[in-house]
Structures are given as C-alpha cells and as structure tokens.
C-alpha cells in the first residue's frame, strides 16, 4: 500500500457534464500520474504532474485537464464527459531518484 | 518511441504448469522493464523490474523474468502455476533511466492469465 486513494471510485454520469476525479496520497510524493486502462490498449499515460502546479500532456491528454495545488492531491477533470471517456482511471506515483511507479485502487467510470 | 508487445491477450495453463507470459519492447534507451499484476477490482501491483546488473531477475510470489537484449525481451515465468495466480498481467517499458521523474512508462496491453484446477 503506497497511501494512495482515489475518490470516487465508481461514476456513472451523463454526456456533457463535468467530471473530476480525485487522487490522494499521504507520502509527499513527488510525481503523480494518471492512467486511463481500456481494453484492447493496457494502460495509457494521460497527465502527470512533477510538482506543485508543475504538470505536462501523457498520449492521450485530450479532453482532459489537471491540477495540483497541494502535493498531496492531483485532480482530473473531464470538461465535458463523452461515452469515449467511458474507462478506469489509475493514479500512480514515484518519487524522485527512484525507478518504480505505485498504483492507486481505479476509479470506475461510466459515461452515458 | 518506445513501445511493448505482449503475445497473447489470453493464456490458460493448468494447476502446477509453468507458467509463460511475452513481453518483446522497442526502446532507443537502455530500457528499463517492470512486469505489473493486477487481481480483479485492483490497481495494479510490481511484481519484478530490471534496471541494470543482472538479467535475471526474481520478483513475489515466485515469479522471474530474464532480460535479453539481443532478442529484446523480458518475458516472465514461474515453474508452478497456483490458483491465486488468475490475473492480469501488464510488462511496461521506461523511456528513460527513472532518475529525472519525468520519465513515462509505456504498457503493453496485457496479458489475462487463467488457471485451470
């Protein structure tokens, strides 16, 4: 257990609504990654950040913004939610000078 | 850019087989390898990595890969199959030595291992 939680862990909402989705850990790491896992395509980087209000694009960042204002909290916010956005969502963290990125429990998404 | 091949997106053995997951990767660096499990309604756990020194590498839960460059593979093995082995298993690469933090991994997409009593 690397003290990472994610609210809310399952969602089901509407096309067009905003959504944001929470990371939380509770070791002042320094890294923080979201992931979206789909089916067919493992898992694919979407933002990460390296510090307090320091953030950068993954593969597949469309749609999709981030931010941290605290080191302990990284927020993902869809805009405005599509059904292709339908996906479980993993945090990650890492701390710096080490080689090894710990996941988070998902948060299930559903986007009708 | 950097990428992975798993060969396989399902593989059945039986209780006590070995098991045999792929994992072939392109990288224009040293890569870094890391084979990731995950149980059903979990996140995703580390079961071995290789960064440098040897190419064998010994991970939980009995699990080893050896890292071959020549055949750019870093397939994982255990002699013995279990019943709490059922899960997914992911290999990934890193795009660079992980000391900068802005280093990404790549997945493959995954392999489904059953267990067959």
């Known amino acids: 257990d690397a003290g990472i939680t994610q609210s809310p862990r399952h969602k089901v909402t509407e096309t067009g609504t905003p959504v944001t989705l929470r990371c939380h850990q509770t070791?002042?790491?320094?890294?923080m990654y979201w992931y979206r896992q789909d089916p067919g395509h493992g898992l694919r980087l979407i933002h990460y950040?390296?510090?307090?209000?320091?953030?950068d694009k993954g593969e597949v960042s469309d749609g999709y913004s981030v931010s941290r204002s605290k080191t302990e909290d990284f927020l993902l916010t869809l805009e405005s939610a599509t059904s292709s956005q339908t996906s479980v969502y993993f945090c990650?963290?890492?701390?710096?000078?080490?080689?090894?990125?710990?996941f988070g429990p998902g948060t299930r998404l559903t986007v009708l | 850019a950097q990428s992975v091949t798993q060969l396989g997106s399902h593989v059945s053995v039986s209780e006590g087989a070995l098991v045999l997951l792929r994992c072939n990767y392109s990288?224009?660096?040293?890569?870094?390898l890391f084979w990731y499990v995950q149980y059903p309604n979990q996140g995703l756990q580390l079961l071995l990595k290789?960064?440098?020194?040897?190419?064998l590498v010994k991970g939980i839960n009995g699990f080893e890969a050896e890292f071959k460059k020549s055949e750019t593979s870093f397939h994982l093995t255990k002699p013995s199959a279990h019943m709490s082995d059922a899960a997914e298993y992911f290999c990934?690469?890193?795009?660079?030595?992980?000391?900068?933090?802005?280093?990404?991994?790549?997945f493959g997409t995954g392999t489904r291992l059953t267990i067959i009593p």
């Open positions: 990934a690469v890193s795009d660079q030595p992980l000391v900068s933090g802005n280093e990404k991994l790549t």
């Open positions: 070791e002042n790491h320094r890294y």
């Open positions: 290789y960064t440098t020194g040897a190419t």
């Open positions: 990650a963290i890492k701390e710096r000078g080490t080689d090894t990125q710990y």
């Open positions: 950040s390296y510090g307090v209000k320091d953030t």
């Open positions: 990288s224009s660096v040293p890569p870094y």
